[in-house]
């Protein structure tokens, strides 16, 4: 089973910029894609931005495009997501997930990386 360990959360002030990392370890696996979450206060995870692994599409939430630029380093099995010009909003705590083929769930939750901006 895969493990995911997420990392570089912060508090920042608004305008700012934080780089989230997200790696995998454990059996070796098939991914169909990797992704991040976001769970802001009180709120339900939405979906942040995502990427075929083994390259092509990637995809994210309109809240974040022009702003969030999502990469990946296959021999560390390691995904990034570069945040920039950071809102409020985009305060909460960061998961990532994989999908091990196009059709499945996303699975293998990490603990989350806390990011808090302040105006």
């Known amino acids: 089973q895969v493990q995911l360990t997420e990392s570089g959360g912060g508090t920042v002030q608004a305008g700012d910029s934080l780089r989230l990392s997200c790696t995998a370890s454990g059996r070796r696996f098939g991914t169909y894609a990797m992704g991040w979450f976001l769970q802001a206060p009180g709120k339900e995870r939405t979906f942040v931005a995502g990427t075929i692994w083994g390259g092509g599409n990637i995809w994210s939430a309109d809240s974040v495009k022009g702003r969030f630029t999502i990469s990946r380093d296959s021999a560390k099995n390691t995904m990034y997501l570069q945040m920039n010009s950071l809102k409020p909003e985009d305060a909460g705590l960061y998961f990532c997930?994989?999908?091990?083929?196009?059709?499945?769930?996303?699975?293998?939750w990490g603990q989350g990386t806390q990011v808090t901006v302040s105006s």
């Open positions: 997930a994989v999908k091990i083929t196009k059709s499945s769930d996303w699975s293998g």
